[in-house]
């Protein structure tokens, strides 16, 4: 059973907010379009993900029992989305030289390792693209009446759907043939099912089929895997918003030659918008970007690029700049440092009282999925805060709003120190900042050009403070640029009681 206030989500396809239904109580069955394994992740890319994430959390503190699945795409997806220029995958190999198997490999792993450092939940599956390659088969089998071979290999027909398209935001007319014309295309949005491999070529990555050897279309990937691993239809579909325009139209293009009917496979089609920097859309294809390890050798904690996304709506637009990600670093060290408190001011307490309370023993410690709010047996000590919690993510996943509403509860002197962590606990469940757990050393990350480390910081402090107390200004100046100079900013009189900190 689910409580609290109604959970009302943008549907790209209506374009409007709907109050959620699952279709099945039992279980709301999630898809979410994953990464492409031809390069690192950028921070665009993890927003996606960590959108997606937000979206289970809630649902699963909601009390829903939630199957998300994720899939790799290790074929198929080409250089244009608009299906294209070359493979991805074959291109990233080649450019290696190494095989598609080892590239997949290496930045699946790479993913999964950035996955977890943004505190983000595994899905129930992780599917793979190249592990479904018969049901591709066989699903391109059952629409090929409404497809046609050509030289390339088969071609969805896009005019054999009623409304194809109709999810983009603008006509997608201009499909692929405006990059890249494809000769014996009949309309111009007509996308592969399956590519063949043409005469001479020699991909590494390629199976037989009805229509030749070759490698399958990227859309139907995603067609297939959520059919397979959720069934059609299912309750929400998630992406970037670059996929509303493209790949999404298509998915929802076969799906509904699979059915014979105007399902789009998916009840909700959600999507986040981009982040951004001064060049536009953060791209893989233009070289430069950044990725969650190009934070961390900076010395910033990857959950302070995750608080960074919570701050905003995921449907807006999040530019991208150093001032702001450190801000949202701040902010996370002030939320922390106030955990951190409120956390002193009950352990001696609870110690007189005949035992000492860890995190752990919190009300509420153990239940992170439990169902909503006001189910909670605690609800009435959290002073307003998890009504406002679940106002706001109800709302269209507005975390920008919970933010201020858990600041204002670990700040209320009117609820003893002990219910303000508990009503915490069940907001950091849907905020996936560890805040329980994080600790104010966890936040220092060593940048990977910083030459000290901290036992020397700490040795060159404790001679400062020394100097200091004979006023000795000189010597303590000149400890304090060798820092600077080793990498460590000294902060005295921080308010958030940072010693220092790595520049
Ligand atoms: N700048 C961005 N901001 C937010 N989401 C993004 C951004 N760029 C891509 N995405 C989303 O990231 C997810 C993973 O995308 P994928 O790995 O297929 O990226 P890609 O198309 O190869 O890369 P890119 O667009 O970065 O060159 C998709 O949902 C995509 O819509
Ligand atoms: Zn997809």
Redesign the pocket.
């Known amino acids: 059973m689910t409580t609290g206030a109604p959970l009302k989500l943008y549907n790209s396809l209506t374009r409007q907010l709907e109050a959620f239904q699952p279709i099945d109580p039992a279980q709301v069955r999630v898809y979410t379009?994953?990464p492409t394994v031809y390069n690192y992740q950028h921070i665009g890319n993890m927003r996606a993900f960590l959108f997606a994430d937000t979206l289970g959390r809630v649902l699963r503190w909601k009390g829903y029992n939630l199957k998300h699945i994720i899939?790799i795409?290790d074929v198929g997806h080409l250089t244009s989305d608009a299906d294209a220029g070359d493979d991805k995958m074959e291109k990233a190999a080649a450019a290696q030289a190494k095989s598609i198997w080892e590239i997949a490999a290496h930045y699946t792993e790479a993913f999964k390792r950035d996955v977890a450092r943004l505190n983000i939940t595994p899905p129930a599956e992780w599917t793979v693209a190249t592990d479904h390659i018969p049901q591709m088969i066989d699903f391109a089998r059952r629409i090929e009446r409404d497809c046609y071979e050509i030289e390339g290999g088969l071609y969805f027909d896009t005019s054999k759907v009623p409304n194809y398209g109709s999810l983009a935001r603008a006509a997608t007319d201009e499909g692929e043939s405006r990059i890249d014309p494809v000769s014996g295309k009949r309309n111009p949005a007509d996308f592969a099912i399956w590519r063949k491999s043409s005469p001479g070529e020699r991909r590494q990555m390629e199976w037989d089929s009805p229509w030749g050897r070759g490698a399958p279309g990227?859309?139907l990937?995603?067609s297939v895997m959520s059919l397979q691993h959720l069934g059609h239809p299912f309750d929400i579909h998630t992406?970037g918003i670059d996929?509303r325009e493209i790949?999404?139209p298509n998915?929802i293009a076969q799906n509904q030659a699979y059915c014979s009917c105007a399902d789009t496979g998916a009840r909700l089609w959600m999507h986040n918008n981009f982040l951004v920097d001064r060049g536009g859309k953060m791209s893989k294809s233009t070289g430069e970007f950044l990725t969650l390890q190009v934070l961390v050798d900076r010395g910033v904690h990857p959950l302070a690029y995750r608080l960074m996304c919570l701050q905003a709506h995921y449907r807006s637009e999040l530019e991208f700049t150093w001032e702001s990600l450190l801000a949202a670093l701040t902010r996370l060290k002030r939320l922390v440092q106030t955990v951190e408190k409120l956390r002193g001011q009950i352990l001696p307490r609870a110690a007189g009282e005949g035992g000492v309370v860890g995190s752990n023993d919190l009300p509420g410690a153990g239940h992170p999925t439990e169902p909503g709010a006001s189910a909670h047996p605690w609800a009435q000590h959290g002073g307003g805060g998890l009504e406002r919690l679940d106002q706001a993510v109800s709302d269209d996943l507005n975390t920008a709003q919970a933010l201020p509403a858990l600041e204002e509860l670990l700040s209320d002197k009117s609820l003893a120190p002990a219910d303000r962590l508990a009503t915490l606990e069940s907001f950091d469940t849907i905020l996936g900042l560890n805040l329980t757990t994080l600790t104010r050393a966890d936040l220092r990350v060593r940048p990977a050009a910083a030459t000290i480390d901290e036992p020397a910081i700490e040795a060159r402090l404790a001679e400062r403070r020394e100097a200091r107390a004979a006023k000795d200004f000189a010597r303590s100046d000149a400890l304090r640029d060798e820092l600077a100079a080793a990498g460590v900013e000294v902060m005295d009189g921080d308010p958030l009681g940072w010693d220092w900190k790595l520049a």
Do not use: I, S, Y
């Open positions: 379009c994953g899939n795409t990227w859309h990937e995603c992406g996929h790949h999404h998915e």
